[in-house]
């Protein structure tokens, strides 16, 4: 099983670890350029999974990845857009977000931190890329910043 991984800081899956306690796994940037989310992600040899934190009153700008994701919000109330469509997911809900969709994701400024577990096909690490081009920093709702 090959060790290197599609997400820089990313624990491979395999090598003779079977379980994780996600939230002690090393945190990474999970949005590089364009998000505050950062969490442990393992990647296996098919998907990936992060354990991501948002801070409330922040997190993406527009972004799109050419891999599909599926968010399970833990904690707090996870809201923003996906393809136009606007949505609001507390606590329970699962989001989907197709392959090159583009999206935003924040962390309800009115609820606490966002805790989400992300479950991405593999064809892309865990980072995207932000919509207008420019890797220029992460949204954050006014008296947030």
Same mark, same amino acid.
């Given at each position: 099983? =090959?060790?290197?991984?599609? !997400? ?21 940037? =999970?949005? !590089?350029?364009?998000? !505050? ?39 707090? !109330? ?20 197709? =392959? ?29 890329? =932000? ?15």
């Amino acid at each position: 099983m =090959a060790s290197e991984t599609k !997400t820089e800081g990313a624990q491979k899956a395999g090598l003779g670890v079977v379980a994780w306690k996600m939230d002690e796994v090393e945190k990474v940037a =999970a949005g !590089t350029g364009y998000s !505050t989310s950062h969490g442990g992600v393992i990647e296996g040899e098919r998907m990936l999974v992060g354990y991501i934190h948002k801070p409330r009153g922040t997190g993406s700008r527009m972004h799109s990845h050419p891999n599909e994701q599926f968010n399970f919000v833990l904690q707090g !109330t996870l809201m923003g857009e996906i393809d136009g469509i606007p949505f609001k997911a507390p606590k329970g809900t699962l989001v989907h977000v197709p =392959a090159d969709a583009a999206h935003q994701m924040i962390a309800d400024p009115e609820d606490e931190d966002v805790i989400f577990l992300a479950l991405k096909d593999l064809s892309h690490g865990i980072i995207g890329m =932000a919509v207008d081009g420019k890797m220029s920093g992460p949204h954050f709702e006014k008296g947030f910043e």
